[in-house]
Structures are given as C-alpha cells and as structure tokens.
Nanobody, 127 residues
C-alpha cells in the first residue's frame, strides 16, 4: 500500500524559509519520479518541482532559484527546501508519485500524470 505523508508546513513571513518533507512507503522509492505540487484556494493544482529516479530535478519557472527539490533514497524521503518565500507561494503543498515518462511534464499539469498523492501540508506566507 503506497503512502505519502508530508510534513514541515507552517506560517512564515515573506523572505523566510521552510523545508517540506514527504515520507514514502509501500513501494521502491528510488525507482520512481517524485514531485511537489501546490494548490491555492480557488486555483488549480500546479506543479512546483519534480525529481526523476536518477536525481535530475525540474522546476516551475515561478520557483526557480528559490526552491530546491531533493531526496534521500536510504530514508525514502522527498524534500522541498523553500527560500525567499513570497506571499503568492501560499498554498497547500502535495507530495506525489509521478507516472513515468511524465516526470518533467507533470509540472505543466498533473492531470493524469500522478499515480499517488499525499494528504498535503499547508504553507502560509504573510507579506
């Protein structure tokens, strides 16, 4: 049974940092593309960053240079380091296992390209 459990969300002032974690279980974590997605109230879910099984990262333009995705295969854990946070980064953040071969293109739209979702963790940035 695949499980994805996010943690690390919270409230922070603009310019601050947060680190999200996603603990994965029930499958061979190292073999799959993983991604972070977010959804703000009234908006569609959007891609933030993904990391392929070989460790190659991809980022949405809106977070390039500020966010870093990484993973620890030994710990079956995915991370998202978020720096220089902006008010518009406020959203529910979701960890996901992405279907191959959509690892990079899942950031354009996750529809039909994600196999499993976590329950989400809220990030609130105050201006």
């Amino acid at each position: 049974q695949v499980q994805l459990v996010e943690s690390g969300g919270g409230s922070v002032q603009a310019g601050g940092s947060l680190r999200l974690s996603c603990a994965a279980s029930g499958y061979t974590f190292s073999s799959y593309c993983m991604g972070w997605f977010r959804q703000a109230p009234g908006k569609e879910r959007e891609g933030v960053a993904s990391i392929d099984s070989d460790g190659s990262p991809s980022y949405a333009d809106s977070v390039k240079g500020r966010f870093t995705i990484s993973k620890d295969n030994a710990k079956n854990t995915l991370y998202l380091q978020m720096n220089s946070l902006k008010f518009e980064d406020t959203a529910m953040y979701y960890c996901a296992r992405v279907r191959a071969p959509w690892c990079r293109r899942s950031l354009e739209s996750p529809l039909g390209r994600v196999s499993y979702w976590g329950q989400g963790t809220q990030v609130t940035v105050s201006s």
